[in-house]
């Protein structure tokens, strides 16, 4: 049986409610009767406007607001991210996030809310690097991963556009390619279907069953995942990043959080995870494969 593992990546969102907080406004330091937990985090000439649970606002010298996030129960930093106003309303600058084991996953800047100039993105299997224009990927872009291989592709408003080329570790071309509106192609990724919800088998268009079986999937993730209370309590919000692997033989392999914002909200989404399912494996030349999702998922607070 062939063994073969591909990203597959859905986005959702948890929303709850809560009382909202008045209007944050980080011009001065905050009085605070607990311990600042992240002190050793603080740059040379940085002031503490605030912090708590998962979270540290400083500001340097020159009036740049910092915000930094953490995995409150392992005091590792996950997030990094440079404000141009008080109410940190404005990305503006440096950006970093790191995984909760404390491995670099994306770094570069924001001017005015937007990704721009170049970025670098850390999966678990490849490291991506180009540019970002208003937010969009815009022209060339490199992929390594973690044999030496490189991909070389061209994004066009956020999607690959037009030929691309592979090269083994030595530089030598080993395959070519074409994307039109992101859709590869290749002849071998045309006969590639994902896995999809077992009771949606009898459906014979291939896109019919792939949007009943994600809309299902998705339903049934909002019926089994809950926003920990202590998560609401100290208003954790973000986005949570989770990968399992759907194998060859329907069956559901390991399940890991890559950021999990905090054990709470980590253990919320492995739990939920367990209730999707049964599967019908993944495909790929009409042979069985394993196959892996990455799951982001944003918990967010609304008043």
Known sequence: MRRCICLIIIAITLTQCYMPKHAQVYSTPKLKTVENPYLHFVG??????????????????????????????????????EYADPQLK??????????????????????????????????????????????MREGQWESIDTSGFRTVSTFVNNLKQGKYTSYNQHG?????????????????????????????EGIIDKEERKSKSQNKMLQQLYKNLKYPAVARENNVQGMAI?????KADGSVGKTKVIKGICDPIANACLEAIQYIGPWSPGTKQGRPVDMQYTLPIRFKLEG
Not at 53 to 60: R, S, V
Not at 109 to 115: E, I, M, R, T, V
Not at 184 to 191: G, V
Request: hydrophobic content about 25%.
């Open 242 to 246: 989770v990968q399992f692997t759907v």
């Open 44 to 81: 040379e000439g940085e002031t503490v406007l605030d912090y708590g649970y998962h979270y540290m606002i400083t500001k340097n010298p020159i009036g740049v607001f910092i915000e930094r996030a953490f995995y409150p129960e392992r005091k590792v930093m996950t997030s990094y991210c």
């Open 172 to 200: 030598v071309v080993i395959k070519t390619g074409e994307y039109i509106d992101g859709k590869s192609q290749d002849e071998e990724n045309k006969d590639m279907e994902m896995p999809y919800l077992k009771e949606f």
């Open 90 to 135: 404005i990305k503006e600058g440096r950006f970093q996030s790191w995984t909760d084991d404390g491995n670099l996953y994306s770094e570069g800047q924001y001017f005015n809310n937007n990704k721009e100039g170049s970025w670098k993105h850390h999966y678990l299997h490849a490291t991506e690097t180009g540019d970002y224009m208003d937010n």
